[in-house]
T-cell receptor, first 111, second 112 residues
Framework: TQLLEQSPQFLSIQEGENLTVYCNSS?????LQWYRQEPGEGPVLLVT?????EVKKLKRLTFQFGDARKDSSLHITAAQTGDTGLYLC???????????FGGGTRVLVKP | ETGVTQTPRHLVMGMTNKKSLKCEQH?????MYWYKQSAKKPLELMFV???????ENNSVPSRFSPECPNSSHLFLHLHTLQPEDSALYLC???????????FGSGTRLTVV
């Protein structure tokens, strides 16, 4: 059983559409991070959220940390083909603890 | 260039070979990690080093042997691997454990 469950596992949309991916857990995290991994490369850190209820925006990407710090979501507005990739969430249960990664959501944005 | 460099990018080895993967970072990070990424499976943590000391061995078979000679370099020595060990091996570093990771581009390993 994964500590962090990501859904959906796979998402295929047309360019210009919006999408949301979710990261859920029964555990409380002191911080949660989102990464994007493109084929043939390592994951790249997009954002870190640390406060319950926090919302961070990165251009067309909006990240939200749940009030109870057990879940998070990533919303992409007007998706572009460059948004294609594997989106990973990762959480640390306490400061200084190693990260636990979710299974990832594979996003395909078609032109 | 992410700040974490892994070599080689691709490696094909026989089951009786011995090879090593190298990871280098000059970000001033104190923690370094080895992860295994197989198709359709989550990232699997293999080893953690903090200030050059191994702090985690996640039940990794002894055919994988890590080495951290200094805080900037991390190696993964491989010997008598199995075909199921074929995967993308990722190195990462962070300022401290749990902080944002910087990943390398990985080594795509194929065991034949």
């Amino acid at each position: 059983t994964q500590l962090l469950e990501q859904s959906p596992q796979f998402l295929s949309i047309q360019e210009g559409e919006n999408l949301t991916v979710y990261c859920n857990s029964s555990s409380v995290f002191s911080s949660l991070q989102w990464y994007r991994q493109e084929p043939g490369e390592g994951p790249v850190l997009l954002v870190t959220v640390v406060t319950g209820g926090e919302v961070k925006k990165l251009k067309r990407l909006t990240f939200q940390f749940g009030d109870a710090r057990k879940d998070s979501s990533l919303h992409i507005t007007a998706a572009q083909t460059g948004d294609t990739g594997l989106y990973l969430c990762a959480g640390a249960e306490a400061a200084g603890n190693k990260l636990t990664f979710g299974g990832g959501t594979r996003v395909l944005v078609k032109p | 260039e992410t700040g974490v460099t892994q070599t080689p990018r691709h490696l094909v080895m026989g089951m009786t070979n011995k090879k090593s993967l190298k990871c280098e970072q000059h970000l001033g990070h104190n923690a370094m990690y080895w992860y295994k990424q197989s198709a359709k499976k989550p990232l699997e943590l293999m080893f953690v080093y903090n200030f050059k000391e191994q702090t985690e061995n996640n039940s990794v078979p002894s055919r994988f042997s890590p080495e951290c000679p200094n805080s900037s370099h991390l190696f993964l020595h491989l010997h008598t691997l199995q075909p199921e060990d074929s995967a993308l091996y990722l190195c990462a570093s962070s300022q401290v454990e749990g902080a944002g990771y910087t990943f390398g581009s990985g080594t795509r390993l194929t065991v034949v």
